[in-house]
């Protein structure tokens, strides 16, 4: 989705060609058609021989860091950029010894989206001046000024309690992403008596599952407070719901998610060593949300009471996340960044 919104933006805005290498098809290609070429490489494994002569472009860009696999179906790369958007649980365990050599010693120049990322691509040796901030965008972004339905009213759409406060996570259903945290949350403020639901949007992914939610939620007393949603593409409906959307990743650079979540005037919780705190800006309760220390649930959980709590900080605190995606991450802000650093290798274009 985020390579699909640059490429959209790039058609709109430069006079580009664009062609989109695929490993593995999807729901997702016809749109990439209609904005260029298409090709398609034997899968995402890499291969003897190159299948793809790649002289004729002036850049490769891979959008991802495993996707460093495509490169041995790449014959004569002029130049190569790597948007980076894993932390060391892909990093390490994702990829094997031949993947992270290409992923770190290859690339003209690799993209971050948050300073834990440049912080993370350093301790594996790779040099500052190879790495570029670019913030990160929406690929598909809210209306300016667009009028948030009432929490109270989408609750109701979706079957939750109408007048219960929702605290809300969400994500692939992975130890990564950790919604168990987020129940445990939940447990720490029912235990502090503070009347509110939690909530989980998003599916499972390949990986192992560890945690069932419902199992989970009726091991901590939740029951009737606690509601996996499935993944939607109207994702905004189920923020709307939302009186706090807090990011429990174990491990995390900057989830659009949260993005979509500041876009909205949700205000957000997180733990201080996620690369989303820089768009919180301080890790107090005057910023555009709260960071408390990782893995303090306690804490996590005492930061959310505080906001539910107090009905004008709530809403200040969102319009201050509202106005820092507006600043610095609305896409023709971002997606000239990163077309800036992309500049050199493109000529004229």
Same mark, same amino acid.
């Given at each position: 989705?985020?390579?699909?919104?640059?490429?959209?933006?790039?058609?709109?805005?430069?006079?580009?060609?664009?062609?989109?290498?695929?490993?593995?098809?999807?729901?997702?290609? $016809?749109?990439?058609?209609?904005?260029?070429?298409?090709? $398609?490489?034997?899968?995402?494994?890499?291969?003897?021989?190159?299948?793809?002569?790649? /002289?004729?472009?002036?850049?490769?860009?891979?959008?991802?860091?495993?996707?460093?696999? =495509?490169? =041995? %179906?790449?014959?004569?790369?002029?130049?190569?950029? *790597? $948007?980076? $958007?894993?932390?060391?649980?892909?990093? +390490?365990?994702?990829?094997?010894?031949?993947?992270? %050599?290409?992923?770190?010693?290859?690339?003209?120049?690799?993209?971050?989206?948050?300073? =834990?990322?440049?912080?993370?691509?350093?301790?594996?040796?790779?040099?500052?001046? +190879?790495?570029?901030?670019?913030?990160?965008?929406?690929?598909?972004?809210?209306?300016?000024?667009?009028?948030?339905? =009432?929490?109270?009213?989408?609750?109701?759409?979706?079957?939750?309690?109408?007048?219960?406060?929702?605290? !809300?996570?969400?994500?692939?259903?992975?130890?990564?992403?950790?919604?168990?945290?987020?129940?445990?949350?939940?447990?720490? @403020?029912?235990?502090?008596?503070?009347?509110?639901?939690?909530?989980? *949007?998003?599916? +499972?992914?390949?990986?192992?599952?560890?945690?069932?939610?419902?199992?989970?939620?009726?091991?901590?007393? @939740?029951?009737?407070?606690?509601?996996?949603?499935?993944?939607?593409?109207?994702?905004?409906?189920?923020?709307?719901?939302?009186?706090?959307?807090?990011? /429990?990743?174990?491990?995390?650079?900057?989830?659009?998610?949260? !993005?979509?979540?500041?876009?909205?005037?949700?205000?957000?919780?997180?733990?201080?060593?996620?690369?989303?705190?820089?768009?919180?800006?301080?890790?107090?309760?005057?910023?555009?949300?709260?960071?408390?220390?990782?893995?303090?649930?306690?804490?996590?959980?005492?930061?959310?009471?505080?906001?539910?709590?107090?009905?004008?900080?709530?809403?200040?605190?969102?319009?201050?996340?509202?106005?820092?995606?507006?600043?610095?991450?609305?896409?023709?802000?971002?997606?000239?960044?990163?077309?800036? *650093?992309?500049?050199?290798?493109?000529?004229?274009?």
């Amino acid at each position: 989705m985020y390579l699909l919104g640059l490429q959209r933006w790039l058609r709109a805005n430069t006079d580009l060609e664009l062609t989109t290498a695929f490993q593995r098809g999807g729901e997702l290609l $016809h749109e990439f058609t209609a904005l260029g070429e298409v090709v $398609h490489l034997p899968g995402d494994e890499p291969v003897d021989r190159p299948v793809l002569d790649a /002289s004729g472009y002036d850049l490769v860009y891979l959008n991802a860091s495993w996707t460093v696999r =495509s490169l =041995s %179906a790449l014959a004569d790369v002029r130049a190569l950029v *790597v $948007h980076v $958007h894993e932390m060391d649980d892909v990093i +390490r365990f994702q990829l094997d010894e031949r993947d992270r %050599a290409e992923l770190f010693d290859r690339p003209d120049v690799l993209l971050v989206g948050a300073r =834990s990322a440049r912080e993370n691509l350093q301790r594996h040796g790779v040099a500052s001046e +190879r790495i570029a901030d670019v913030p990160y965008f929406l690929p598909i972004e809210p209306p300016v000024g667009a009028p948030r339905r =009432s929490s109270a009213e989408a609750r109701r759409v979706l079957g939750l309690d109408p007048a219960r406060p929702l605290v !809300l996570g969400g994500g692939v259903v992975d130890w990564r992403k950790a919604p168990d945290l987020l129940l445990h949350v939940g447990w720490h @403020l029912r235990r502090a008596e503070v009347d509110c639901a939690v909530a989980w *949007v998003g599916d +499972r992914n390949e990986r192992p599952t560890w945690c069932d939610w419902d199992e989970e939620a009726d091991r901590l007393g @939740l029951a009737g407070r606690a509601t996996h949603l499935s993944a939607t593409a109207d994702l905004a409906g189920v923020l709307a719901a939302a009186d706090v959307f807090v990011l /429990s990743s174990r491990e995390d650079t900057f989830p659009l998610v949260g !993005l979509e979540a500041a876009a909205l005037g949700v205000p957000i919780v997180c733990f201080d060593d996620a690369g989303f705190v820089e768009l919180l800006a301080d890790t107090g309760a005057g910023g555009a949300g709260i960071a408390v220390p990782y893995p303090d649930l306690e804490a996590m959980a005492g930061a959310v009471a505080s906001l539910l709590g107090d009905p004008e900080l709530l809403v200040a605190t969102g319009e201050r996340a509202r106005a820092r995606y507006e600043h610095r991450h609305r896409i023709d802000v971002a997606a000239r960044r990163l077309l800036e *650093v992309l500049q050199p290798w493109l000529g004229a274009a």
